[in-house]
């Protein structure tokens, strides 16, 4: 064998520079974006589902409908209407359908698979600014997110409060399912918004976007 | 399986009984190479939840690469005892598969999701054995157990939905040193009087009980690993030199 001209101290030294370069070429990051696929339902019809508390006949639904998915066609309202009773309690229930698809589509039942961070809010107006709450449990809109509030009056006495909850922990509430309290008769609108809140929701309106944003009109006789 | 200790046993000591006379090739090596994960450590699986956390086994390993220093003292001409240090590291693989995962547990537009690497220290000592098959080609074995220190990958995700930032959580990286231990068989060839090559294969493994932090996790939904307790095992497969002392 012949002699070799190789030393261990070359070995050691060409050992810390491969080491070296296998540590720096292996801290790279791995990165990606992911875009939502397409064929998301569109949202076109919003019905409010109205039962009186004290009189299970005593029903109501009110439909806001808007089927150009684009936006730029005016919504139809010419069932965005409620007639409510004075001083009753009503459950209510919201549906959401996509009407785009034959047959339509019941959005609701992914809204309530996606609860943990969907929450609805309900903006009875005209209101006094005293009696706008606005809380991690109240279903009002801040004035910062389009509520008016008046000096005047004359006030729609409309009180509505959630009942559902999610599975967050805590629990948060929701909106599919709801209470409408009326009082002394009066006229207004109920603004509805659906927010989108994915890993935001903490019971607040402002983390998030908006799905949904309609109004009915209320009428307490 | 106390019949298979008892021959092991016995192979062992016939071997180094007969052959105490001579001593083999006491060396130090460096060497390197490429590991496979294995087992759940290294599947990557779509996780889509709406209404609830999952806690998935997948540990999104891809391949990964690693240096080792070795050495050994032969007491016989086919036994030695000796040590190995190695560190590598695995990135995280199918990370649009984790990204596609979030996107649709939480229905947004986009899903940017960033992901560093694993990375593993092992000290072991062992049994070495090495045997000369034909002229300058010898088969070489180790049988090692120690300490492996592993700590896992950060992930970051961010979340947007009608370009509004809806924010990052992130899943923390751990760390935990557990026990493990490594086998390998290989070829030794002398290329130099005091200089071999060799290819070594080994299975490595060790299962550490990872605690893993979450930050800004405010609803249930989508992936969320809190506890990861699976083998982190693999094959290494690896070329390198070593230098032969007494020769």
Same mark, same amino acid.
């Given at each position: 064998?012949?002699?070799?001209?190789?030393?261990?101290?070359?070995?050691?030294?060409?050992?810390?520079?491969?080491?070296?370069?296998?540590?720096? %070429?292996?801290?790279?990051?791995?990165?990606?974006?992911?875009?939502?696929?397409?064929? =998301?339902?569109?949202?076109?019809?919003?019905?409010?589902?109205?039962?009186?508390?004290?009189?299970?006949? /005593?029903?109501?639904? $009110?439909?806001?409908?808007?089927?150009?998915? +684009?936006?730029?066609?005016?919504?139809?309202?010419?069932?965005?209407?409620? !007639?409510?009773?004075? !001083?009753?309690?009503? =459950?209510?229930?919201?549906?959401?359908?996509?009407?785009? @698809?034959?047959? $339509?589509? #019941?959005?609701?039942?992914?809204?309530?698979?996606?609860? &943990?961070?969907?929450?609805?809010?309900? @903006?009875?107006?005209?209101?006094?600014?005293?009696?706008?709450?606005?809380? #991690?449990?109240?279903?009002?809109?801040?004035?910062?997110?389009?509520?008016?509030?008046?000096?005047?009056?004359?006030? *729609? !006495?409309?009180?509505?409060?959630?009942?559902?909850?999610?599975?967050?922990?805590?629990?948060? @509430?929701?909106?599919?399912?709801?209470?409408?309290?009326?009082?002394? $008769?009066?006229?207004?609108?109920?603004?509805?918004?659906?927010?989108?809140?994915?890993?935001?929701?903490?019971?607040?309106?402002?983390?998030?976007?908006?799905?949904?944003?309609?109004?009915?009109?209320?009428?307490?006789? | 399986? +106390?019949?298979?200790?008892?021959?092991?046993?016995?192979?062992?000591?016939?071997?180094?009984?007969?052959?105490?006379?001579?001593?083999?090739?006491?060396?130090?090596?460096?060497?390197?190479?490429?590991?496979?994960?294995?087992?759940?450590? %290294?599947?990557?699986?779509?996780? +889509?939840?709406?209404?609830?956390?999952? +806690?998935?086994?997948?540990?999104?390993?891809?391949?990964?690469?690693?240096?080792?220093?070795?050495?050994?003292?032969?007491?016989?001409?086919?036994?030695?005892?000796?040590?190995?240090?190695?560190?590598?590291?695995?990135?995280?693989?199918?990370?649009?598969?984790?990204?596609?995962?979030? @996107?649709?547990?939480? /229905?947004?537009?986009?899903?940017?999701?960033?992901?560093?690497?694993?990375?593993?220290?092992?000290?072991?000592?062992? *049994?070495?054995? /090495?045997?000369?098959?034909?002229?300058?080609?010898?088969?070489?074995?180790?049988?090692?157990?120690?300490?492996?220190?592993?700590?896992?990958?950060?992930?970051?995700?961010?979340?947007?939905?009608?370009?509004?930032?809806?924010?990052?959580?992130?899943?923390?990286? $751990?760390?935990?040193?557990?026990?493990?231990? /490594?086998? %390998?068989?290989?070829?030794?060839?002398?290329?130099?009087?005091?200089?071999?090559?060799?290819?070594?294969?080994?299975?490595?493994?060790?299962?550490? =009980?990872?605690?893993?932090?979450?930050?800004?996790? *405010?609803?249930?939904?989508?992936?969320?690993? &809190?506890?990861? =307790?699976?083998?982190?095992?693999?094959?290494?497969?690896?070329?390198?030199?070593?230098?032969?002392?007494?020769?």
């Amino acid at each position: 064998m012949k002699k070799s001209n190789f030393s261990f101290r070359q070995l050691v030294y060409g050992s810390g520079i491969a080491f070296l370069m296998i540590m720096a %070429g292996c801290n790279k990051k791995e990165s990606t974006v992911t875009p939502a696929p397409p064929g =998301n339902e569109f949202l076109t019809t919003v019905e409010l589902k109205l039962t009186n508390a004290a009189d299970a006949t /005593d029903t109501m639904t $009110a439909i806001w409908r808007q089927l150009d998915p +684009s936006g730029n066609a005016s919504p139809d309202t010419s069932k965005a209407i409620l !007639n409510l009773k004075t !001083n009753a309690t009503y =459950n209510a229930q919201v549906v959401i359908l996509d009407e785009t @698809q034959t047959p $339509a589509v #019941n959005v609701t039942d992914e809204i309530h698979d996606r609860v &943990n961070y969907h929450l609805f809010y309900f @903006q009875p107006t005209p209101i006094p600014a005293s009696s706008l709450v606005i809380s #991690n449990t109240s279903a009002d809109i801040p004035t910062s997110d389009g509520t008016a509030v008046s000096a005047t009056g004359p006030y *729609l !006495n409309l009180v509505v409060s959630r009942t559902d909850l999610d599975n967050n922990n805590p629990p948060l @509430q929701v909106g599919l399912m709801d209470n409408f309290v009326t009082g002394a $008769a009066s006229n207004g609108w109920l603004r509805v918004v659906l927010r989108h809140q994915p890993n935001v929701k903490n019971g607040t309106f402002d983390p998030g976007s908006t799905d949904l944003d309609v109004n009915y009109k209320i009428n307490i006789n | 399986m +106390s019949r298979l200790k008892l021959v092991s046993i016995i192979v062992f000591m016939v071997f180094s009984l007969g052959t105490m006379a001579q001593k083999g090739p006491s060396f130090i090596g460096v060497s390197g190479g490429i590991s496979f994960p294995t087992g759940n450590w %290294g599947k990557a699986n779509f996780i +889509s939840s709406t209404n609830g956390y999952v +806690s998935d086994p997948a540990g999104f390993a891809d391949k990964g690469g690693f240096g080792s220093v070795d050495g050994a003292w032969f007491f016989s001409k086919h036994f030695g005892i000796g040590g190995l240090f190695s560190y590598g590291t695995h990135k995280t693989k199918n990370i649009n598969t984790l990204s596609a995962g979030y @996107q649709d547990s939480f /229905d947004v537009d986009q899903v940017a999701t960033t992901a560093g690497s694993y990375k593993m220290w092992s000290l072991m000592p062992g *049994l070495y054995f /090495d045997h000369r098959l034909w002229k300058k080609l010898s088969v070489t074995a180790r049988a090692l157990a120690g300490i492996t220190h592993t700590s896992t990958p950060e992930i970051s995700v961010d979340v947007t939905d009608s370009d509004i930032d809806d924010g990052t959580f992130v899943q923390q990286s $751990a760390s935990k040193t557990a026990f493990g231990f /490594d086998g %390998g068989i290989g070829l030794r060839y002398s290329i130099l009087k005091c200089l071999s090559m060799r290819l070594l294969g080994d299975y490595f493994y060790s299962k550490p =009980n990872f605690t893993i932090g979450n930050t800004k996790r *405010l609803n249930e939904a989508g992936r969320l690993i &809190n506890n990861y =307790n699976q083998a982190l095992a693999g094959f290494n497969v690896s070329l390198g030199v070593a230098y032969v002392f007494g020769k």
